[in-house]
């Protein structure tokens, strides 16, 4: 099974960087997945990693390293829109992709 | 725009009652459709996995007989609630891959809110 734990809740000012921290213990490692979701709707893909190292997808990173079975996800030059959960998902061996309870980021102007 | 589309965005319904929720995907072809659950500030957990033209692969601890899953088109599943009660309202998500490759991402449909009173 995955056990993925990410922060509850995280403030950040408007055009400041955020960074989402993502640790996990899985049973076969298959690719990791950020994903943002708004209260009340459906989450959204954002980066996915399966190699160790940094992608890059405008002002959104997200990093991996597959030893330490930890990932972060950076949000640059925040926007009041960003304001949102942050989900982190694990796929395993099998396909399946298992969520972190997500991370709550608050932006304030 | 949306890639995956759900039907439909809220339901009330009376306990005891049944309730369909459909998912398709738009301009392609899902062989396999994923249901989620996600309760208020919690996780989307997996409830079963949709293959087309074959029985759905349900996660343990979730009834197959109460949560009735159909994948009868390669563009349509869906999630039939039967006989629902309180502890059942949720939010509903169904999602799928744009591409049959396993190492797609997934795409998810818009949830369906159940509110069951």
């Known amino acids: 099974g995955q056990n993925i734990d990410q922060p509850t809740e995280m403030t950040a000012t408007e055009g400041a960087i955020v960074q989402i921290n993502c640790t996990y213990q899985?049973?076969?490692?298959?690719?990791l997945f950020w994903y943002q979701q708004h209260a009340g709707e459906a989450p959204t893909f954002l980066s996915y990693?399966?190699?160790?190292g940094l992608e890059e997808k405008g002002r959104f990173s997200s990093f991996l390293s597959r030893s330490k079975g930890y990932s972060y996800l950076l949000l640059k030059e925040l926007q009041m829109k960003d304001s949102a959960s942050y989900l982190c998902?694990?796929?395993?061996?099998?396909?399946?992709?298992?969520f972190g309870a997500g991370t709550t980021v608050t932006v304030r102007a | 725009g949306a890639v995956v589309s759900q039907h439909p965005s809220w339901v009330i319904c009376k306990s005891g009652t049944s309730v369909k929720i459909e998912c398709r995907s738009l301009?392609?072809?899902?062989?396999?459709m994923f249901w989620y659950r996600q309760f208020p500030k919690q996780s989307l957990m997996l409830m079963a996995t949709?293959?087309?033209?074959?029985?759905?692969?349900?996660e343990q601890g979730v009834e197959k007989d109460k949560f009735l899953i159909n994948h009868a088109s390669l563009t349509l599943s869906t999630l039939t609630v039967t006989s629902a009660h309180p502890e059942d309202s949720s939010f509903y998500i169904c999602?799928?891959?744009?591409?049959?490759?396993?190492?797609?991402?997934?795409?998810f449909g818009n949830g369906t809110r159940l509110t069951v009173t």
């Open positions: 999602s799928a891959r744009l591409t049959p490759a396993d190492s797609s991402p997934l795409h």
């Open positions: 899985t049973s076969g490692f298959n690719g």
């Open positions: 990693n399966v190699l160790d």
């Open positions: 998902a694990v796929r395993d061996s099998d396909y399946k992709l298992s």
């Open positions: 301009d392609f072809q899902a062989t396999t």
């Open positions: 949709s293959n087309e033209g074959s029985k759905a692969t349900y």
